[in-house]
């Protein structure tokens, strides 16, 4: 317990965080009247947000320990706790997790429907298990919330996702449970190899033979790389984004798809430091293959939800480029920039939905001219342009800097290379404005013919929170950069004190196994 702080407020804050959405969630179950499932949902999520508040307001920044730890025995006869505590770098997820929830349900208000009361409950749920995701510090702890987010995230793009959700919604559950059943394998042979226990602080101190570690690493890289999602296993994504509701794409964009960066950093780097080492020129490849790819597929989208998606692989590809860079600046980075890519692009699909509640149609050539038809849509749109394709004084600016120069340090081929990628970014994200608001007005929008109004109260106050961190972020970040510069530090010592067998060793444990 020398790595833990535990927790100091007169209530178990990190507890109340995770399951506050799941008696809403019950509570919902006896409601029938639309209208208050709304406001009670909309209820739940503004209070699990404050109650999560103080995780950042009493967090110690200096130090490296798990805090607000909560451990309780659970299945003692199997080593398994009730353990749950947040570091510099989940309790910044934390935080991302229950903003969002907000945002989903508000922008949700008027677009669902149909079984509005099942569409809330999952919601919440989702809320529950991703939160529950980044507090968790006992495996089977972990799992649990992991496997939970499949069943409400598979129903969100099943039930109330378009015309192909069927199809997405499966090829979404089949990826990410492929890839977590070869986690589970790896966790049972971590249990066994780290003396019988499945606290992940514990095993994070054991050092495994290198061929353990080889085998590890790549059943744990199955399960993140899936999740983030690195090139070449990303075809789920642009499916699951484009099929999903609003509030789906925000989940999935805005911290479902962090997940798999967070795994790696969670175990593979502290557990698996001697693999980390020998597969960081592979993993160094497959981001910066992930990042250019993403954004050349970008140029060639007919859909705004499908671009946005396949941009999502190009960003994620800087994160995974950050982490692997294994610098403080990368990996500073890299965390940044997952919670600038949940930021921006959250935003950015809540602005494709907003957009669609009244054209219904998602196909950039029956948009022209926008930009006088939505004025103060189009202005916001643009700065999210600019914060996507990170402008100074916007996040994106911040968190790509760091990476490049995180990059450049570690091997400059591949901060050249990634450097490309922001270029491609900068073509695709204006050549997208330039059809959507600009080029000649489209016929069928304005007065006389479809509809359009610019956007309400309700939306700005959806959209207002995402604005104010781009310029947060992007002036100050050291607002967020100080919570996890003693983690990384740490991480980062570990590795480099742990991982002692060097490539020629791995390189010959490696001829051996094959």
């Known amino acids: 317990m020398e790595n833990v702080i535990l927790n100091q407020l007169n209530y178990p804050v990190l507890s109340y965080t995770v399951f506050l959405p799941v008696l809403g969630a019950l509570l919902l179950l006896f409601m029938r009247n639309t209208a208050m499932i709304r406001w009670t949902t909309l209820l739940v999520t503004m209070a699990t947000f404050v109650i999560s508040l103080p995780l950042l307001t009493n967090f110690d920044k200096t130090t490296y320990k798990m805090q607000f730890v909560e451990r309780h025995q659970w299945i003692p006869s199997w080593s398994i706790n009730y353990f749950i505590g947040v570091d510099g770098i989940s309790v910044l997820f934390v935080f991302l997790t229950t903003l969002l929830s907000i945002l989903c349900v508000l922008v949700s208000w008027k677009a669902i429907e149909n079984k509005a009361k099942e569409f809330h409950i999952a919601i919440l749920i989702v809320e529950a298990a991703m939160t529950g995701v980044f507090v968790s510090l006992d495996f089977f702890l972990f799992y649990i919330f992991w496997e939970a987010m499949l069943i409400p995230m598979f129903l969100l793009i099943g039930v109330w996702g378009g015309p192909n959700r069927v199809y997405a919604a499966i090829k979404f559950f089949l990826y990410t449970l492929v890839g977590s059943v070869l986690m589970l394998v790896g966790i049972i042979v971590l249990y066994f190899a780290g003396g019988n226990t499945l606290d992940i602080l514990t095993l994070g101190t054991v050092h495994y033979p290198v061929k353990l570690q080889f085998w590890l690493f790549l059943a744990f890289f199955a399960a993140f790389a899936v999740k983030v999602p690195m090139f070449p296993v990303h075809t789920w994504l642009p499916d699951a984004h484009t099929e999903a509701p609003t509030a789906g794409s925000v989940i999935l964009a805005g911290v479902l798809i962090k997940m798999g960066a967070y795994g790696f950093l969670r175990f593979s780097m502290p557990m698996f430091p001697d693999a980390v080492r020998f597969f960081m020129t592979p993993m160094l490849i497959l981001s910066v293959t992930g990042i250019v790819y993403g954004a050349l597929v970008c140029l060639a989208q007919k859909d705004l939800k499908r671009l946005i998606a396949y941009s999502s692989v190009s960003h994620m590809g800087y994160v995974t480029l950050g982490i692997f860079a294994l610098n403080s600046q990368g990996m500073e980075g890299g965390i940044l920039q997952m919670l600038n890519h949940g930021i921006i692009t959250g935003a950015l699909f809540l602005m494709i939905g907003i957009i669609y509640e009244r054209t219904h149609t998602r196909v950039i050539a029956d948009y022209g001219g926008f930009a006088t038809l939505v004025p103060w849509y189009a202005g916001l749109f643009i700065i999210l342009t600019f914060a996507s394709i990170g402008l100074p004084g ?121």
């Open 394 to 514: 916007t996040n994106g600016f911040i968190g790509e800097f760091l990476i490049l120069f995180g990059a450049f340090k570690a091997q400059k081929l591949f901060g050249v290379l990634a450097a490309t990628g922001v270029i491609l970014g900068a073509g695709y994200m204006l050549w997208l404005y330039q059809r959507v608001f600009f080029e000649t007005p489209n016929p069928n929008w304005g007065p006389g013919h479809h509809p359009l109004w610019d956007l309400d109260l309700r939306e700005v106050i959806t959209l207002a929170p995402l604005f104010a961190l781009i310029f947060v972020i992007g002036f100050y970040p050291e607002v967020f950069l100080s919570y996890m510069h003693p983690t990384v530090e740490n991480l980062l010592k570990h590795i480099n004190t742990h991982a002692f067998a060097g490539e020629g060793l791995i390189a010959k444990h490696l001829m051996e196994i094959f």
